[in-house]
DNA sequence: CGTTCGATGCACT
DNA sequence: GTGCATCGAACGT
C-alpha cells in the first residue's frame, strides 16, 4: 500500500478556510491495533472562532471545547447525538480556536476492515465502498476513530493525514462551497468545501450554479 | 423518489 | 431539562 507524506503542522497553521479546501484530496489515515484503514478526504466544514455561532467555541472555553483552542495539527473528536463521533483537525494558532471536521473520505486502505467496523452498527450490510465513509460519523467508525483519540496529534501519531499526490481527486473539478450541514445558527456562511460530484459526498454533491473554486469571502 | 422520527449520552444552562 | 456539526429504518407519494 501506498506511503505518503505526513502533513507537517505548518499546513494547519493557516486560516481554516485554506486549510478546508487543501485538506481535499488529502489521505487520513488510522493505524489501529486490527489493522490499518484510510481514505482520500472528499469533504470538509470549517468551524472559526467563537463569533462564529456554529463553532462549538461560541460556548467559550469548556471542558469540551479546550482542544480548539489547543495546537494547530491536533485532533479535535467529540461526541454528538448519543451515539457518533466527529473528527476535527485544530487550526490557526493555539489560543484561537478553529477546526476542520471531516465529513467524508473515498475508502482507499483496508475496505474490509471499515465493512466490518460499519457492520457492527447497522441491521443491513454498507453496499458500495462509497458510503462507507460517507458522513462523519460513518468515517469515524469506519476508522475505528472514537473519544480515547480526542487530542491525538494527527502529525505524529497513529490518526495522521498524509498528501499521497493525488491533486485533487481525479476526474473532478476544483472545491465547491456552500452551507454547512447538520447545524442551525452560521447556515449564512459558506464554510463547507466539497470535491464536486463525488459519490462519497454527504448531503449535497453538485456544484452550485453559482461561481466556485475560490475560497469563500 | 420524498419526509419523518427514534435511538442514545453527555455538556452545558 | 434542553439540544445537539447524525444516521438509517420506516413510511408516504
Request: with cysteine; hydrophobic share 40%; aromatic share 6%.
Amino acid at each position: 500500500m501506498a506511503r505518503g507524506r505526513v502533513l507537517p503542522r505548518r499546513f494547519y497553521a493557516r486560516p481554516t478556510l485554506e486549510v478546508a479546501a487543501d485538506l481535499l484530496g488529502k489521505v487520513l489515515l488510522h493505524e489501529a491495533a486490527d489493522g490499518l484503514a484510510s481514505g482520500i478526504i472528499v469533504e470538509t466544514e470549517a468551524y472559526i472562532g467563537e463569533s462564529d455561532p456554529a463553532c462549538h467555541a461560541a460556548a467559550g472555553l469548556t471542558p469540551r471545547t479546550a482542544p480548539l483552542y489547543g495546537s494547530p495539527g491536533m485532533a479535535y473528536v467529540y461526541f454528538s447525538y448519543g451515539m457518533h463521533c466527529l473528527v476535527n483537525a485544530v487550526t490557526e494558532r493555539e489560543g484561537f480556536p478553529a477546526a476542520c471536521l471531516i465529513r467524508a473520505l473515498q475508502p482507499l486502505d483496508g475496505v474490509e476492515l471499515m465493512r466490518a467496523r460499519r457492520a457492527e452498527r447497522r441491521a443491513t450490510p454498507v453496499g458500495r465502498d462509497a458510503d462507507l465513509c460517507r458522513g462523519p460519523a460513518n468515517l469515524a467508525t469506519a476508522l475505528g476513530i472514537d473519544l480515547r483519540h480526542n487530542r491525538l496529534d494527527l502529525v505524529t501519531s497513529a490518526l495522521r493525514i498524509e498528501d499521497r499526490g493525488f491533486g485533487v481527486v481525479d476526474g473532478f473539478g476544483p472545491a465547491a462551497w456552500g452551507s454547512r450541514i447538520g447545524i442551525r445558527v452560521g447556515t449564512d456562511r459558506p464554510w463547507r468545501a466539497w470535491v464536486p460530484g463525488h459519490p462519497a459526498v454527504s448531503g449535497p454533491r453538485e456544484r452550485p450554479a453559482t461561481a466556485g473554486g475560490r475560497l469563500p469571502a
